[in-house]
């Protein structure tokens, strides 16, 4: 499945509503270059009202469902679950191994969907984040991303 159409819809309405996010998990290692899928695509906000009222909003102007899951350290993150289209959206405040938003941002390149940007993380950020989460499913990617970030880093 092409992922630009959804990535597009995101980024215009990211836009529009001017929430700053960077994009994390498999899908920004798939922009990356990781030869990787995922069935969602995982965002880092800073955690304000504010923010927390924008993605309200966008959940709206989507047509998505707006979800709040509790995780099992007793984190909170929101899904945005779209009611036709097979799009699911994973709104982190906190990641593991990354200590804010702006630390993130500082490695994150911008890649413009649809004429407008979004930020993806580093590949390094990325590895970071998912050794120090420590799930069976992160760390079973780790290998995959790593050999990307290095054929990246040392082209033949």
Known sequence: MDAKPFLEIIAT???HR???AVMIGNAAAAINGAPVTTLD???MVA???ENYRKLAVIAQDLNCQFIELKLPDDRCM???VHKEMPLVVDILFSISGIKSLAALKKN???VEFGGHPLRIAAMTDIICS???AGRPKDLATIPILELTLNEKNNPP
């Open 41 to 43: 695509i995982d965002f």
């Open 13 to 15: 309405a990211f836009h």
């Open 130 to 132: 998912k050794k120090a």
């Open 18 to 20: 001017r929430l700053e």
């Open 108 to 110: 994150a390149m911008t």
């Open 47 to 49: 955690n304000t009202p």
């Open 78 to 80: 929101y899904r945005l």
